[in-house]
């Protein structure tokens, strides 16, 4: 029993063992990759390098990510796109159930023709009752009716004139109401605000959704240039310019390196963390190019050239 005891001691001792050895060895790597990975993308820079400065910057695009959501809280009754289809601006991506809406549209559109119908009534009336006072007038004047009974068709005219006014004050109500009920049917439709490609479809035929509590339906990448956009600390951006040439690379052994130029320096810091608690001031500088081979959200190496470096 003593000899079963003590292997079963030695046996837990050297799983201790291989489980603390394994953790060291897991920390190691990693501090050893991430410390790699930091020289890749950021080497050294010595003193007759052409470059005035070398750090890592993400690839985006311009104007970034568009995100689309329902307008209104509903159901959605139909999606027409999927991950990875091109559309067009103005297209559109989803339907939402829309019975309601298109009922009040045409309760809109009825009460107009009616409203239109009282309208070319009231046209009619309005010329009859100005024969009526033309006709009167000169029957008053030949002593055929009396006083009384012309200024009775005059205020006859009178009421007509003010009967076609509030025509026209209902025709502006209606009409509003048209146009609103049109506005509510038209926010039932999700639509593509600019030119790109699907992304994420994050809705599906008989999801919910809730325009109180915004939820994102669709994300797009527009048809738009890549660039490059790098957070330079507050000790390193006098080395940075407008027009200033850069090359980038996916890191420091990559053979090829591209050209590309500073097109914006932020004028506001802000504040990243350096590692551990410490933190520093950084600019946002963007990189504009011709080309970007990599894909969105990609950390690549940019280094700034000195200004009396000719081009290659």
């Known amino acids: 029993m003593r000899l079963i005891g003590r292997l079963l001691t030695n046996l837990w001792v ?3 063992i291989i489980v603390v050895t394994a953790l060291a060895a897991t920390s190691y790597l990693k501090r050893t990759a ?4 930091s020289v890749t993308l950021a080497p050294t820079l010595a003193p007759s390098s052409p470059y005035a400065l070398s750090q890592s910057a993400v690839v985006e695009i ?15 009754k139909e999606v027409l796109v999927a991950e990875g289809d091109e559309v067009k601006q103005g297209q559109l991506l989803a339907l939402q159930e829309d019975r309601d809406d298109r009922i009040a549209v045409r309760l809109a559109e009825i009460a107009v023709e ?9 046209v009619l009336d309005l010329d009859i009752a100005r024969r009526n006072v033309e006709r009167a007038v000169i029957q008053r004047e030949q002593d055929a009716i009396s006083q009384q009974q012309l200024e009775t068709q005059q ?11 509030t025509n026209r004050n209902s025709m502006e109500r209606v009409q509003t109401q048209l146009e609103t009920a049109r506005f509510n049917l038209a926010q039932r439709r999700v639509i593509s605000p600019v030119d790109g490609r699907i992304l994420t479809a994050a809705v ?3 999801a919910g959704v809730s325009a109180e509590n915004i939820s994102t339906a669709f994300s797009i990448i527009p048809d738009a240039p890549k660039r490059l956009r790098a957070k330079v600390r507050e000790d390193d951006i006098d080395s940075i310019y407008l027009g200033q ?3 980038f690379a996916a890191n420091n052994r990559s053979a090829d390196r591209r050209r590309g130029v500073v097109t914006q320096i932020g004028s506001v810091f802000s504040v990243a963390e350096t590692g551990g608690r410490s933190q520093t001031n950084t600019v946002d500088v963007v990189i504009e190019t011709e080309d970007v081979p990599f894909r969105l959200g990609k950390t690549v190496l940019v280094q700034f050239l000195k200004p009396d470096v000719p081009d290659a």
């Open 245 to 247: 040439k850069v090359d």
């Open 34 to 37: 991430d410390q790699e990975e």
């Open 114 to 122: 009616n409203e239109t119908l009282k309208q070319e009534r009231s």
């Open 155 to 165: 205020d006859n005219l009178t009421k007509t004139e003010l009967a076609m006014e």
């Open 204 to 206: 599906t035929a008989g």
């Open 62 to 76: 311009e104007g970034g990510i568009v995100l689309v959501s329902a307008n209104r809280t509903g159901t959605i």
């Open 14 to 16: 050297w799983l201790l």
